[in-house]
């Protein structure tokens, strides 16, 4: 007998999730070991994420193979986001906000799937709002906890549902519109994948998060090649090392330059033992 869509879909995403769940960064995150620096970048990438997944939702909201999934008030994360980005960016944000390859090929492959194929659109939709109202109520809390937020939820928005009384229910009614999308085994088949794909992409982007924030801590070491700032775009380069939040200081120039801070101390030993040699 065909499976539900909805069953099919939690099935199938079994092991990606699994493997989503030890991915480094998240494995971190679950244990409190969550920086400023790293939570601004992947809440930066989500932002992204989610402006290209709600405007891909918009194109298709009536769209019989989106159509009974469009929750606009319950669901969509961009205004949230965009709070959220202003906490922790400040003022300028759209302008100074990362944009990581990983999370440029997301936005894509979303846009793709839009535009030209809207029947796998529920496969990206399910991955992202349904693990928001599973796991992501976790996280909120170990973020809250880790980064000593206050607990009136600043700087979270993105994980509070307000229009959502209880996500347990809210789950039960949204895999039921799922159950109901007319589908054929092939098209079924199709979102399936698409919902691996889906988890992939999430994998890929929190692993070359794991990297550019690794490479930016041996950065900080003057012996180091460069890193993230010179590898990555210019707009990775200037937020990712912002690692406090709006108000706090950036990094001095010198912090942020070991070679500069090399040169001036030979500069001031050199200078000192010539003043030494000159009142012998
Ligand atoms: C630290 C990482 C994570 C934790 C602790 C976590 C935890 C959970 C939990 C507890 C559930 C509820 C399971 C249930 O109701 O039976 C869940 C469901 C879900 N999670 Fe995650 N998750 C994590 C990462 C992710 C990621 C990265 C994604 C995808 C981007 C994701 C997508 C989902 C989806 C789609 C569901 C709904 C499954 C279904 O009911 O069909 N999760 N997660």
Redesign the pocket.
């Known amino acids: 007998m065909p499976q539900d869509l909805?069953e099919a879909?939690?099935e199938a995403?079994k092991e990606v999730?699994t493997q989503?769940?030890n991915v480094e960064f998240?494995k971190n995150?679950?244990k409190g070991q969550v920086t400023r620096e790293g939570f601004k970048l992947v809440m930066a990438s989500l932002y992204h994420v989610y402006v290209a997944l709600e405007e891909e939702i918009e194109r298709n909201r009536e769209n019989p193979v989106y159509a009974p999934l469009y929750f606009p008030e319950e669901l969509h994360r961009r205004a949230a986001l965009e709070q959220d980005m202003a906490f922790w960016f400040g003022p300028g944000w759209e302008e100074a906000i990362p944009y990581t390859p990983a999370t440029q090929r997301y936005v894509r492959r979303l846009h793709e799937v839009g535009r030209l194929e809207p029947e796998l659109l529920v496969a990206h939709a399910?991955?992202?709002y349904?693990?928001d109202l599973?796991?992501g109520q976790?996280?909120k809390k170990i973020a809250q906890k880790a980064l000593g937020l206050p607990s009136s939820g600043e700087g979270l928005a993105f994980f509070t549902f307000p229009n959502v009384a209880s996500a347990t229910k809210f789950?039960q009614l949204y895999r039921s519109r799922m159950n109901s999308l007319e589908m054929s085994p092939e098209v079924q088949q199709r979102v399936i994948e698409e919902a691996k794909t889906a988890?992939l992409l999430?994998i890929q982007l929190f692993e070359e998060l794991q990297e550019l924030l690794t490479q930016d801590a041996k950065d900080q070491s003057p012996s180091q090649a460069p890193g993230l700032r010179q590898r990555t775009s210019s707009r990775v380069q200037d937020s990712a090392s912002l690692e406090t939040p709006r108000g706090k200081p950036q990094p001095s120039v010198l912090s942020r330059a070991p070679l500069l801070r090399w040169v001036l101390t030979l500069s001031f030993l050199v200078a000192t033992v010539a003043v030494g040699l000159y009142a012998m």
């Open positions: 909805s879909l939690k995403t999730h989503a769940e998240m995150f679950q399910y991955t992202r349904l693990g599973s796991g976790v996280l789950k988890f999430n």
